[in-house]
Each structure stands twice: as C-alpha cells, then as structure tokens.
C-alpha cells in the first residue's frame, strides 16, 4: 500500500468541497474507491488543530466532532504518534474521537506546576527526586545571560523568554521556562516573531525566499559573514546540545529544530509560533509515509527543505499536484487484479532498472532492480541471487523515509492479493488472519504463506533484516 500522510488543511478543503469542486472530488473519488492500495494516517497534530477551536462555543464542538467523523473515515482509525519515552514513532489503531476526548480533557500542559513533578507521597521517592531536583540545579543551563543583556534594544524582547533561568542559572530552571513557553504557545509568538524579523534585518537576510535556492546552503553563507563562526547546521546541533545536555536526541528532535530554525531565520516564515509548531509536527509524521499532502505554502517549502537534508524521500506535494502524480506511479482506480502476478514479475525481470550488481557474503552473483509500477501496490525492489541449483528473486519495499514499520492492514492487503492471484496455499492457509498477527506479535517465526508448482517455490515470509515483508520466488534448476 501507499501511505500519505494529508495536513489538515487537505482534511479540510475535502470535507468542505469534495462535492462541488473538481479537484476535491477527484481526490476523494481516489481515496473512497482504492481501499486497498491507500492508507491515510492521522497522528497527534491533527486532533490539536481540532483542539484549538473546540472549546469557543457549543456550535464549534458540534463542527470538530463533524470533523472527527470525516478524519475517521478517511483515516479509518490508523494513527501516528510520537512515544517520548522510547523516542520512536509507533503506529497504531486509536478511535479518532476516543484520542480527541483524551486530548481535549487532558490539561496536563496547560495546568503544570513543574515543581509538583518533584513530590511524592512516599517518602523513599521524595528524596530520590531530591537528589536528581540537586543534580539539575548543579548544571549550568550554557545560557550566557550578559551576552542577552549585552544585544540591541531591540531584541530585548528575548529577556522575557527565561525569567526563572535568569534568575539562577541551571538546568532545573531552564526546563521549567521550557515547559512554560510550551504550553503557552500563543502569549510568546509577538516575542518569536519580534526577535526573528530582527534577526532577518540584522542579517540583511533576503525576505523573499524564493532568491534563496538551497535553504540550508544559503543559511550558511550568511552565517559565515556573522561572529557566529558557525554553518547553520552547526548551530542547529549546538543547540540542541544545550537544550538536551547528555540526553539522547531522537528524530523529533532533531526535525523538528530543523524546521523551526529555518523560520527563525525567514525562510516562508509562519503567522504565529502555535502554527509553526503544528505545521513543524505535521510535516515529522509525514516523514512516514511515502507522500505528504499540504496546500500550505510555508509548509510545503520548509517540509521539502528539511526532507531533501535529512535524506528523505517522502514526496511533498499540493492537492493540485496529487491525483497526476499518483496515476503516474500506480494503477488506480481499479481494484481487480487484471494480470497476473506471474506476468507482472516476468515483466519486471525484463524491464526493470538494474541499480547494482554484486556479489553476497558466500560469493554468489546479486543484482538489485528498481520496480517503477510497485508488485500489488507494495513492492518496489527485487533482488536477484544466482546459485548453484537455483535462483532466487526477492521482492521487498525499500523505504527512503522514516519508516520502519508496517501498519496490520499493509501486511493484510500485500498477503490477500497474493492469495488472491495463487490461491490457497500448499498448508490450506488462505487470506492473512488474527494467528497471523499473533505469531508476528510475539515474534515467533512466521509461517507466512508458500506455494510449489513443479521447479518453481514462492513464498511470503517476514524477515527483520534486511527486507521486512518479502515476496520470494525460488527456481530451482533441472539437471
């Protein structure tokens, strides 16, 4: 399956205009009639789009429940969220209204007491966290205030930012003005803003754009005509070095610094610092999926910058541009299976691009071929291994983005059209099922599904390392 990750804006311009505009329509013809190729998650960002208007008036809660509805039926409930702990993306199912109920009456950020994290009702736990609250205070935050206080009147606005770290100068109270900032977006986007566009002026940064060509290439010959002495992906890194001390960073982390560091410095800059942050997290889960859909043109710009620099190959692009580039990469439109997978691989044998040919650790010929139009809508490589008694072809998905998982219904919907086109199998094993999640769930080797047909063996099996879901077609020789 192909999976697009939709900003809200697309969520919304689909719901409002799928009937009477043409290229609404196409979209959501696209999306109802090819179930089984597609996959639309949501994630977090989502539900706290719909969260910021939920709470003005009985009509608004009536329009987001509306428009958790229309988000369930397009995600079907598949969902992308961020676990802090692990520091890794995990994808789910989760009742899209059942998440926004949790969110909305969750008020963890917005009621916080940072010093109340440090109490506890047992004794032995209080002065466990006494000893970690000393260690936090002992470390220095890297924040030089007199450098703050030594800057232009205008940028005085920054002062305000740290009002606890200011006054004693650890890591404790930088966290806590953190967590301030956080869940006070909306009061600190004047200060944002005021220090950016300072900053751009100081700079002499071009306001427009679209004269800067590479965004990070260009960064960096302005920062090194400034005392910074730093490429702008240096002080990215230094900051974030600040910020996190020893902690280990995770993605989030560093995309997310990515993205918002080009704001600052005026590349399609934001209206308000609550939009960046949303508009910054949406485009971390569209790094997921294989498509990112957003008609917000400050969005679109700093997603393809930050992608093109961390090497990701998630396709950007706007409503206008998505039916075209879908039906050039993949049959839609029709959900039977017209050729059969057999014709579909003696086809890709001869006509696929050969991007390497090698050698495998036991001195076996291998070449690797790139797959244009994907085997049932999933596969996009085929290995071929040449050994003694036989050859072997091996199809799998290579990703260029984040991901490293499959959804169930990834797995499922590549297994179902298999069976589909084979038959039952030589173990009278049909249609993928809940044992099949089971024994993948508890990490048992998987059985998949295999079929004999004379020299001939295919197989479907799961393998960690290094293909994931693999389609295997072994030829034996006849002597």
């Not at 969750?106 to 440090?118: A, G, I, N, S, V």
């Not at 990215?236 to 997310?256: A, G, P």
């Not at 072997?392 to 589909?420: A, G």
Request: net charge negative; charged share 30%; with cysteine.
């Amino acid at each position: 399956m192909i999976r697009v990750y939709l900003d809200w804006n697309i969520f919304t311009y689909l719901k409002q205009r799928k009937e009477s505009e043409e290229l609404y329509k196409s979209i959501y013809s696209i999306i109802t009639s090819n179930n089984n190729k597609l996959l639309f998650p949501y994630s977090p960002a989502h539900l706290q789009d719909l969260k910021r208007g939920f709470s003005k008036s009985e009509k608004a809660k009536e329009l987001t429940y509306r428009d958790l509805e229309f988000l369930q039926e397009i995600s079907q409930d598949h969902c992308l969220y961020e676990d802090y702990k692990e520091k890794k993306v995990i994808p789910s199912l989760i009742n899209s209204t059942e998440y926004f109920k949790q969110i909305s009456e969750d008020k963890t950020l917005e009621e916080f007491d940072f010093d109340e994290l440090f109490s506890s009702d047992s004794k032995e736990i209080t002065e466990l966290w006494e000893k970690y609250l000393a260690l936090l205070k002992a470390i220095p935050c890297g924040i030089n205030f007199e450098q703050f206080d030594s800057v232009h009147a205008k940028y005085g606005a920054i002062k305000y930012l740290f009002p606890n770290t200011r006054m004693e100068n650890n890591f404790y109270n930088l966290m806590k003005d953190l967590m301030k900032i956080m869940s006070e977006p909306e009061k600190h986007s004047k200060i944002y803003k005021s220090i950016r566009n300072s900053t751009i002026e100081d700079m002499k940064i071009d306001t427009d754009p679209t004269n800067w060509g590479n965004a990070f290439d260009y960064l960096d010959k302005v920062l090194a005509k400034t005392k910074l002495n730093q490429t702008f992906r240096e002080m990215v890194e230094s900051n974030l070095k600040v910020t996190h001390k020893d902690k280990k960073l995770s993605r989030f982390d560093y995309f997310v610094n990515y993205y918002i560091s080009l704001d600052s410095y005026g590349y399609y800059r934001d209206k308000a610092l609550p939009n960046l942050i949303d508009d910054a997290t949406h485009a971390y889960y569209g790094a997921y999926c294989d498509f990112f859909v957003t008609d917000d043109d400050n969005t679109y710009h700093k997603a393809k910058a930050v992608y093109e620099y961390l090497n990701i190959k998630t396709k950007v692009c706007k409503a206008s541009e998505f039916p075209a580039i879908f039906y050039s990469i993949i049959q839609l439109g029709n959900n039977n299976i017209t050729e059969s997978i057999s014709n579909r691989i003696v086809q890709i044998i001869r006509q696929s691009l050969i991007l390497m040919k090698s050698v495998d650790d036991e001195l076996n010929p291998v070449s690797v071929h790139k797959i244009n139009l994907p085997l049932v809508d999933y596969f996009n490589r085929m290995q071929i291994s040449y050994y003694s008694d036989s050859t072997v072809l091996s199809f799998y998905k290579k990703r260029d983005n984040y991901s490293d998982f499959m959804f169930w219904r990834e797995i499922k919907s590549v297994v179902d059209k298999i069976v589909f086109d084979f038959g039952i199998d030589d173990k009278m094993k049909g249609d993928f099922n809940e044992q099949d999640k089971e024994q993948l769930n508890e990490g048992k080797n998987w059985n998949g599904r295999i079929w004999t047909r004379n020299e001939i063996t295919t197989d479907i099996v799961y393998i960690d390392e290094p293909f994931g879901l693999t389609l295997r077609v072994r030829i034996n020789k006849i002597y």
